[in-house]
């Protein structure tokens, strides 16, 4: 049994106290072989390529997974950097956790699917007092973890503790074949080594800035990671909560709320790909760029970002059927429409507007600030 708690501290912010200097050169050391593992496969791949001079099908997937992977460490490695800084300001509010959770789910359903792993939610309804974007990034992180360790099946539960009156989620899977579990404790060890990874740490790093207390338990092959939270509406404790939490969501630009969401640029004219990213890389984004609705359609269909920001010359019937297809699973799903003059722009409901403008003349002035309100209304 591998047990990891992370208790909560009386300062809220920045790194837990009595952090040392070994903890953090774990830290870089793991970056550095998470980065460098799948970049050293890719460049193989892109020898070969320049050997041969071409390229198959299933290996250009490959090479587009390694390089995502390396980015994709990155990310985790600044999102780490930013809780170590002490930055990052925290706006409390209650929050539905079951109805999170599910939002969570159900927008990662066609990357659950095309990984061929089925999750079942078992979840009582409890309201928690939390920062909304924390909590966003908290579960994303934890199903990351949990797709990276499952063999087929993920089990989500959230049930109320009696006593201390505290909600309690519950993310459990089966890491090893029943077959291939071995009662030697010695030997089970490095299979628990690699569920250190840094998206753990990631996790455990959240948990400890939210005051969540995290215990992760290794049994045989089977395993579960378990978030308690302490600030939990009941009836006993409604008055106090109702004192403590915020009335609205609140955010600070120091703490770029967001980092870490996923963006699809679509633009067929390169320069347009490139004014996008360059407005909106200082909120942390995670950001990629395709020249056409098609290929679009097909960056999406293993797996949704969290909002599309399209070249509004490329509306049509193609680009109706992509929205279509994703409202049927997510109606909420932010999509801004890059409109070809004017320096104006426009919230989703806003006079029934479906989607997000912004006038290209007002790209970088507006779209940081309609984006932040498209991504976080979902949250």
Do not use: Y
């Amino acid at each position: 049994m591998d047990a990891s708690d992370i208790k909560r501290s009386s300062a809220p912010h920045g790194p837990p106290q009595g952090a040392d200097d070994d903890r953090w050169r774990e830290l870089v050391s793991a970056v550095g072989s998470e980065i460098a593992m799948p970049l050293s496969a890719a460049l193989e791949r892109i020898h070969a390529l320049t050997t041969s001079g071409r390229i198959d099908r299933a290996s250009l997937r490959a090479l587009r997974d390694e390089v995502e992977s390396a980015r994709r460490t990155g990310m985790i490695a600044q999102q780490l950097a930013r809780f170590a800084s002490g930055r990052l300001r925290q706006s409390h509010e209650r929050l539905p956790l079951a109805q999170t959770l599910q939002a969570v789910l159900a927008h990662r359903t066609r990357e659950t699917e095309a990984r061929g792993i089925g999750v079942t939610p078992t979840l009582k309804a409890a309201d928690v007092i939390v920062d909304a974007s924390l909590l966003f990034s908290l579960l994303n992180t934890l199903l990351d973890w949990a797709l990276a360790h499952a063999r087929s099946h993920i089990d989500f539960a959230i049930d109320l503790k009696t006593w201390p009156a505290h909600a309690r989620l519950v993310c459990s899977f089966a890491h090893q074949p029943a077959d291939q579990v071995s009662d030697n404790a010695a030997t089970a060890l490095p299979a628990t080594a690699e569920l250190d990874s840094l998206t753990w740490r990631l996790l455990e790093q959240t948990a400890w800035t939210m005051g969540l207390p995290l215990v992760r338990t290794v049994q045989g092959g089977d395993l579960s990671a378990s978030l308690e939270f302490p600030r939990t509406v009941s009836d006993e404790l409604e008055g106090v909560s109702a004192i403590e939490s915020d009335s609205g969501f609140a955010m600070s630009t120091n703490s770029k709320p967001l980092a870490g969401s996923h963006v699809l640029v679509v633009a067929s004219r390169r320069e347009m790909r490139l004014r996008v990213r360059d407005a909106i890389r200082h909120m942390g984004l995670i950001i990629d760029l395709v020249a056409s609705v098609e290929e679009a359609t097909d960056f999406c269909r293993d797996g949704l970002p969290h909002a599309i920001i399209v070249e509004g010359i490329l509306h049509g019937e193609r680009l109706n059927q992509l929205r279509a297809g994703i409202s049927a699973e997510l109606p909420e799903f932010p999509f801004i429409e890059i409109i070809e003059e004017g320096a104006g722009f426009q919230m989703s409901g806003a006079n029934g507007a479906a989607m997000g403008r912004v006038g290209r003349d007002a790209i970088e002035s507006a779209l940081p600030s309609v984006l932040m309100f498209e991504l976080s209304r979902t949250l």
